[in-house]
Nanobody, 126 residues
């Protein structure tokens, strides 16, 4: 049974940094593209960043471009999201997700992802 577990969320000040991690189990991790999405209260789930199975390609949502870096370690079944220059509008629950390794790239649609974690809350104070 596939399981994705996020960690690293918490409270940060505007301008600060956080690093989120997601550990996968029960799936052939290196066969999937991986992505981060986020959902703020009352809003739809929003694409944040994605990385191909081989780390050969990355893609970022406009709202985080230039401030976030996604990376993965297939040997450790881990995908990470380094977030810098945090803004109060980054406050959300962040989810990692596993998606198709080929075909629809970048995987910006939540309904195109196969497996999801339960999320980690990021709160950015002004």
């Amino acid at each position: 049974q596939a399981q994705l577990v996020e960690s690293g969320g918490g409270l940060a000040q505007a301008g600060g940094s956080l690093r989120l991690s997601c550990v996968a189990s029960g799936l052939a991790f290196s066969s999937y593209s991986m992505a981060w999405f986020r959902q703020a209260p009352g809003k739809e789930r929003e694409f944040v960043a994605a990385i191909t199975w081989s780390s050969g390609g990355t893609y970022y949502g406009d709202s985080v471009k230039g401030r976030c870096t996604i990376s993965r370690d297939n040997a450790k079944n881990t995908v990470s999201l380094q977030m810098n220059s945090l803004k109060p509008e980054d406050t959300a629950v962040y989810y990692c997700a596993a998606g198709p390794s080929a075909g629809s790239w970048p995987p910006t649609r939540a309904d195109g992802m196969y497996f999801w974690g339960t999320g980690t809350l990021v709160t950015v104070s002004s």
